[in-house]
């Protein structure tokens, strides 16, 4: 008998589906756990050999939970609104429902073929009305909260796309997608003040389990800044100028002050014999992107107003300028310039010949310009000899005193632009009476995303919506028209911001998830997904969730407790897979050639799992030798069992091996607890018997690695149940116990280091480890290694020249 996964896989996966093997309900008498992919986009190129990655890692942590007891949520579904679908629309007038739904089979079909432990029944889909109907029902939650607002601002308008981006879909002043150019324009959009939630995520972020990085990343994004607010007079004019600054101490530092090109002051600010040079300037940097002004190593420019601002703490006067390095969009859109203490003001006023205080005092060695650092104050009056926090706070309690400035507390995170003039996306649930806006009553949502007969965008960038009069006009029984319908639609993060929940309770008709099931199931236990979602992805959706924490509508306050990014997988060659560059792999035929317990495999061997990693096809091969082997191994078992105590190097290796193989596992490190069960394969092959105890556990520990495989063996011995529910063998840490040994690591003879190490590591290993110590790789990169002594348990010597 062969191994032949083509007949074995797709009727395990029949049987899980018929026997509804990971369907489950809440059970209070079980721990639960969830664990969550990040579900894809249906798109139509179908699935990429870098999805399934991220979704074998959570199959086996599912599959490993489910025989330690737990209760486990392992849903997938799809967030299938967006803009390909509309893009291939407008080329060819196909409905997007229409090809969402074509892709979503072929997505569907092949996830299925990869035998995940899915819940299907719980499959969701955001464009689906009954799901939908409930993104707009927690978008009205938003608004009756007062966080959802219209406003006119400036927007990044793609002419290209028809439609007004999210700064984050802008790059270098280019669509993240497709790369045509954006331009910023005033327009009405609706906004959500994810601002008022900044601190809530912030401190939201102290007690996850993410990796450290990436909590930096949300850290970064909102961008809280402490300081003060400070007034400055305008010399001969009752007009302020407020800057926004995080060094008040350096107040006395200040010999200029700068205010954006396109600050609202600087009209009335500017002489008449500056006025042409001035407005030259704001038309040639309303051209830059932030990025391009924000660049430190950019040549500073700018021109003067002609007007002077008083200092508030020592009167001086000091001129006003404008430059691009100041942006609008941040603090006040003005700051006090210290070129003492801050290197942009610096590089500005060496270039234009403005005056350099120092106002903190830099240590002795420093040789640089400006100081940024901390240090006493000097040149300050009132502030000299105080180390910087201190110098902080008095003058802030100076300015608040003089009524000269506040305390201020700044973010970078911006309210989040949420409407769209697209057509494949939620409608929005409000209505314009009067020209007031005001939300769909509950009883009359869904509002069902209507036909159209186009979807480009209608002209100045309204939503296609706007074009179908029946659908926007509201009229009473009389035919009398009372109100218009909001026309723009939500962006695709919105159904990605709470699909995690609605995963607890999605058939539900009546509400968009049960508070029984939701505090159940609830919070995510482990949520796996790609790095492109670092940010906002989780950002937004962490924000809903604070939201509806807020309101009581859910239990926790964070919706995900652990995090973790799986790495890429890269072409071949190295390079990102891409369909230009030809080095794509196609799952389908990698599981028609080799199965999926084999796919699976290779691709958790393939190296650690947050990491980068080259595809190789001679690692596949690998695999699936490996899967032959088990497969001789477990089918020899008639004739190897015996119900004799093992060899002790057996019994250590057996309780080694769960041992290992468990830890790597709750670590997600999959590659190495492979290592470990092919050496176990190695040992268990060279034996002429077997006893029952190790068959059993060894089948069981490799289960959630090659699940139908694994069913296979399970069934040809006889067994009724399924693997899946079979209990995780434990291991006795007494029998695992190796010996250590300490190795002396020498460089001619003498003493570097010492290693501690399990007895009897192969030469190679050890070489390998002792190389990289510093103090072993110095005399290494200096000289020429001419010899390498090396005895087995005790020591190694590197001759070098
Ligand atoms: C005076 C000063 C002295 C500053 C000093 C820094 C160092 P973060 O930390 O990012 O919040 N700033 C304020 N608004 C700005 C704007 N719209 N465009 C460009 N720069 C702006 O940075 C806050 C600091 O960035 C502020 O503190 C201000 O410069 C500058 F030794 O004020 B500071």
């Known amino acids: 008998m062969k191994y032949n996964p083509s007949e074995i896989e797709p009727r395990w996966q029949k049987y899980w589906d018929q026997n509804e093997i990971f369907k489950v309900t809440e059970d209070e008498d079980k721990p639960k756990y969830y664990v969550l992919d990040m579900f894809p986009y249906p798109s139509a190129a179908g699935l990429h050999v870098g999805h399934p990655l991220g979704y074998f890692a959570s199959d086996i942590i599912a599959r490993y939970k489910r025989m330690r007891g737990y209760n486990v949520l392992h849903p997938m579904g799809w967030d299938a609104f967006g803009l390909p679908a509309e893009q291939y629309a407008i080329q060819t007038g196909t409905h997007p429902a229409v090809t969402t739904s074509e892709n979503i089979k072929n997505f569907k079909r092949q996830i299925k073929s990869l035998g995940f432990s899915y819940d299907w029944a719980r499959e969701i889909n955001t464009t689906d009305i009954k799901y939908y109907k409930w993104t707009q029902w927690i978008f009205l939650q938003l608004y009756k909260k007062g966080l959802a607002y219209e406003a006119e601002v400036p927007v990044n308008w793609c002419p290209e796309l028809g439609t007004v981006l999210a700064n984050e879909e802008v790059i270098s002043g280019k669509s993240e997608r497709g790369g045509f150019p954006v331009f910023r324009l005033p327009m009405k959009q609706w906004m959500l003040k994810i601002t008022d939630y900044a601190d809530s995520l912030l401190e939201g972020l102290n007690d996850l389990d993410w990796p450290e990085h990436l909590k930096d990343l949300q850290r970064n994004w909102i961008g809280r800044s402490e300081g003060a607010e400070v007034k400055f007079s305008v010399d001969n004019s009752d007009t302020i100028i407020t800057v926004f600054t995080t060094r008040p101490d350096t107040l ?221 006009e509201l009229r009473d029984v009389n035919n009398k028209l009372y109100g218009l319908r909001e026309t723009n639609t939500m962006p695709q993060w919105a159904g990605s911001c709470w699909y995690y929940l609605r995963f607890t309770d999605p058939l539900n008709l009546e509400s968009a998830w049960n508070k029984k099931k939701e505090s159940y199931w ?79 495999l290779y691709e958790m061997f393939l190296g650690p799992l947050d990491k980068a990693k080259p595809w190789n096809t001679k690692g596949l091969h690998g695999a699936y030798r490996f899967i032959e082997r088990l497969w001789t191994l477990f089918n020899s078992r008639d004739d190897k069992l015996t119900s004799d105590t093992p060899a002790k190097e057996t019994i250590q290796l057996f309780h080694q091996t769960i041992k290992k193989v468990t830890k790597d596992i709750e670590n997600l490190r999959f590659n190495t607890a492979i290592s470990q069960m092919m050496i176990m394969q190695n040992h268990l092959s060279s034996l002429d018997k077997i006893s029952e105890i190790i068959y059993d556990s060894y089948l069981k520990i490799l289960s959630p690695f090659l699940p139908h495989f694994c069913e296979e063996i399970n069934m040809i011995w006889g067994r009724k149940d399924s693997i899946v529910f079979q209990v995780w063998p434990e291991y006795d840490e007494n029998l695992a116990k190796e010996e250590e040994v300490e190795i002396a690591i020498q460089v001619n003879g003498k003493l570097r280091a010492t290693i501690k190490m399990i007895k009897d590591q192969e030469e190679e290993t050890i070489l390998e480890l002792a190389k990289d110590i510093d103090k072993v790789s110095k005399y290494l990169n200096n000289g020429k290694l001419i010899k390498t002594i090396f005895i087995q348990n005790r020591l190694v010597n590197f001759v070098v020249n």
């Open 522 to 600: 609830m919070p995510v236990d482990l949520y796996i997904g790609g790095q492109e979602h670092a940010v906002l992805h989780l950002l937004y959706s962490r924000f809903w969730h604070h939201v509806l924490h807020d309101l009581n509508l859910v239990s926790t306050r964070e919706p995900f407790k652990k995090l973790y990014n799986q790495g890429m997988i890269l072409g071949e060659d190295g390079q990102k897979m891409s369909k230009s560059r030809g080095n794509v792999i196609n799952p389908d035929k990698i599981i028609d050639e080799f199965g999926a317990d084999a796919f699976r």
């Open 252 to 472: 006395f530092g200040a010999t200029y002050m700068v205010l954006a090109p396109e600050h609202p002051l600087v009209e009335k600010l500017t002489i008449d014999s500056q006025k042409n040079d001035i407005r030259a300037y704001q038309k040639e940097s309303s051209t830059k992107t932030d990025l391009e002004r924000g660049d430190l190593n950019d040549d500073k420019t700018g021109v003067f107003t002609g007007s002077y601002a008083i200092n508030p703490v020592n009167n001086k006067k000091i001129p006003i300028w404008i430059a691009d390095y100041v942006l609008i969009s941040y603090g006040t859109g003005a700051i006090m310039a210290v070129p003492g203490q801050d290197q942009r003001d610096w590089d500005f006023a060496q270039k234009l010949n403005l005056p350099i205080i120092r106002t903190v005092s830099p240590p002795s060695d420093f040789d640089g310009k400006a100081y940024t650092g901390d240090g006493p104050a000097i040149n300050s009056e009132m502030l000299n000899g105080l180390n910087t926090s201190e110098a902080k706070e008095k003058i802030i309690d100076w300015l608040i005193k003089h009524k000269k400035g506040i305390r201020k507390i700044n973010y970078k995170l911006r309210d989040w632009l949420f409407s769209r003039q697209r057509y494949w996306g939620e409608p929005f649930p409000i209505i314009h009476i009067n020209g007031k806006h005001t939300a769909v009553d509950d009883s009359q949502l869904p509002v069902i995303l209507p036909e159209v007969e186009k979807y480009e965008p209608s002209g100045q960038g309204k939503s296609p919506l706007s074009t179908i009069k029946e659908w926007v």
